[in-house]
């Protein structure tokens, strides 16, 4: 019997989770025995994120060899970055202000949640600087920056140890045929581990319906909503025109990427989707090159949906309390967001401990926080997908700008896709 694809094993997974959570809420026994099963699966995945990106950016780059095309690439690619970040903090004021997800909002019917824990990053990201994104990159013990998943400082060593490699010529091809082994057999890993995705789904959200319910969704549906709009319209209308623009179609796109971003969005988890993404990146007709370092910094210096959402829920709650934010104290906002929302994507809650160290800074209360907390991991899905689709179209859009796209590979990729024969004209 053929089983269904991967999306639709992982949508019954959500379905069965949120089913099985809203019948035990409160029971601490679904706690005890899902919350392993989603912990097991999150760990598989970042057991697996390093050694990808590690061995598929040193063969990339040592196959390209040249320290100014690079250099060249990583300007373009932050710029990239910069503006399609910069617009998605603008897109979401605007949303926010035309909307007004807080007004008449009770914040009497709000429960709050603790948010202590954000604190400690919340002070690291108050202080952290442009300056202080760029210094960090340079690892100064690489086992260091491995074992800690520091994925910028892991970026720069690869780079390095590839363009090394490149120099060497034809004494380092043994050593860059190695880490392609090691790159095919964590792409097989990667493969397995996808089994196990339905089920890592259905306890994560099992697990959450489980803690808040769903009845905790009902005071803030309207902000849960015009998050949603906003992460929808933001998609196919600002990225749906990048992608234009690029020469490519975002529901191409989308229908590409359809298991990860479904598992992306049920997991809330950028990094289950990361190796996948880059492997189809490259089959969609990407070099390895690019989309092995264009998409994993994409994920310290491009997370669209996350800027989106901030923007966002700092209005919500400078509404719930009644301010009233000047144009000046917007333009404040959006220029603290887009230097407190970079290079530190590591830091668990990141979303929550951006706001934190922001929302003070307008005269906007960090605790109004607390009652929208409870509700993050149902945002956190939206943002997530959000984010997976913004950093896949800027390996497209950075492999045309280089003109280094395989249209060729494009077409044969989506003809396989579509079961027919590839046609004459890009789609």
Known sequence: ???????????????????????????????????????????????????????????????????????????????????????????????????????????????????????????????????????????????????????????????????????????????????QVVADTMFWVTNAIMKFAPIGVFALIGVT?????????????????????????????????????????????????????????????????????????EDFGCPKYISSFVIPTGYSFNLDGSTLYQSIAALFIAQIYGIELSLTQQLTLMLVLMVTSKGIAGVPGVSFVVLLATLGTVGIPVEGLAFIAGIDRILDMARTAVNVCGNSLAAVVMSKWEGAFDHEKNRQYLAALNHTAPSTSEQ
């Open 1 to 179: 019997m053929r089983l269904p694809s991967l999306a639709v094993q992982i949508l019954i997974g959500l379905v069965l989770g949120i089913l099985v959570g809203a019948m035990f809420y409160g029971n601490p026994a679904v706690v005890t025995w899902l919350q392993p099963l989603g912990d097991i699966f999150i760990r598989l995945i970042k057991m697996i994120v390093v050694p990808i990106v590690l061995s598929t950016l040193i063969v990339g780059i040592a196959g390209v060899g040249d320290a100014k095309k690079l250099g060249a690439l990583g300007g373009k690619t932050l710029i990239y970055f910069e503006v399609v970040t910069t617009g998605a903090i603008l897109f979401g004021l605007l949303l926010a202000n035309l909307l007004k997800p807080g007004l008449g909002v009770n914040m009497a019917a709000l429960q709050k949640t603790d948010i202590t824990k954000y604190a400690d990053g919340a002070q690291a990201a108050a202080s952290h600087t442009f300056a202080d994104t760029f210094v960090n990159i340079v690892p100064t013990n690489i086992v260091d920056a491995l074992a800690r998943g520091d994925m910028l400082a892991i970026i720069f060593f690869a780079v390095m140890f590839g363009l090394g490699l490149g120099a060497l010529g034809d004494k380092g091809k043994p050593l860059i045929n190695i880490f």
């Open 209 to 281: 319906v489980s803690k808040f319910g769903v009845a905790s969704l009902l005071p803030l549906g309207k902000l849960v909503m015009v998050v949603y709009l906003a992460m929808f319209l933001f998609v196919f209308v600002i990225l749906g025109g990048i992608a234009r623009a690029a020469g490519t179609s975002i529901l191409t796109l989308i229908r590409v990427l359809r298991d990860e971003l479904t598992l992306a969005f049920s997991t809330a988890s950028s990094e289950s989707v990361l190796p996948r993404i880059m492997k189809k990146m």
